[in-house]
């Protein structure tokens, strides 16, 4: 069992529970005790505080990714490295110049849309060399830019 968090620490973290107490979530007063039977790993990145993170939740994908946003105007997609055991940080190489607010994936996980301090909405997905790369954006009076590079 595992989750994630993001807060005013600038910090991301991936919470596991700990095997030695296997039904914690079963019992609230086990629960309400503290966070001692969880483990979490810290993935260092924003520099201000965490708007939103959400977890691909694709069972066919081949690792475990997270996005994460903010007020530092980024977003950050994180994916596990099974091989170094570590979180690896992709940065999205856009400039928002607004804070990140929200942070969501498609269903099948193909792409992750972002809204931002502007009042729009912008559409990422991933590239052959692992990048993520925009294609649309839903402006805040509802029409839809379509960007030329990934439409030819």
Same mark, same amino acid.
């Given at each position: 069992?595992?989750?994630?968090?993001?807060?005013? %620490? @600038?910090?991301? #973290?991936?919470?596991? !529970?700990?095997?030695?107490?296997? *039904?914690?979530?079963?019992?609230?007063?086990?629960?309400?005790?503290?966070?001692?039977?969880?483990?979490?790993?810290?993935?260092?990145?924003?520099?201000?505080?965490?708007?939103?993170?959400?977890?691909?939740?694709?069972?066919?994908?081949?690792?475990?990714?997270?996005?994460?946003?903010?007020?530092?105007?980024?977003?950050?997609?994180?994916?596990?490295?099974?091989? %170094? @055991?570590?979180? #690896?940080?992709?940065? !999205?190489?856009?400039?928002?110049? *607004?804070?990140?607010?929200?942070?969501?994936?498609?269903?099948?996980?193909?792409?992750?849309?972002?809204?931002?301090?502007?009042?729009?909405?912008?559409?990422?997905?991933?590239?052959?060399?692992?990048?993520?790369?925009?294609?649309?954006?839903?402006?805040?009076?509802?029409?839809?830019?379509?960007?030329?590079?990934?439409?030819?």
């Amino acid at each position: 069992m595992r989750f994630v968090t993001g807060g005013c %620490d @600038n910090l991301v #973290k991936v919470w596991i !529970l700990s095997s030695s107490q296997p *039904n914690i979530m079963n019992s609230c007063e086990e629960y309400d005790s503290g966070m001692k039977n969880f483990k979490y790993t810290e993935l260092v990145g924003h520099s201000d505080w965490i708007r939103d993170v959400a977890w691909l939740n694709y069972v066919g994908y081949a690792y475990d990714t997270i996005a994460s946003c903010g007020e530092d105007e980024s977003v950050f997609i994180w994916k596990f490295d099974k091989l %170094d @055991n570590k979180w #690896k940080n992709i940065p !999205l190489k856009k400039k928002f110049n *607004n804070p990140t607010w929200k942070v969501s994936w498609s269903y099948c996980g193909s792409y992750l849309a972002v809204s931002a301090g502007d009042n729009c909405i912008y559409l990422f997905t991933e590239n052959s060399q692992d990048e993520w790369e925009e294609f649309s954006q839903i402006n805040q009076d509802g029409s839809v830019e379509q960007l030329n590079e990934l439409n030819n």
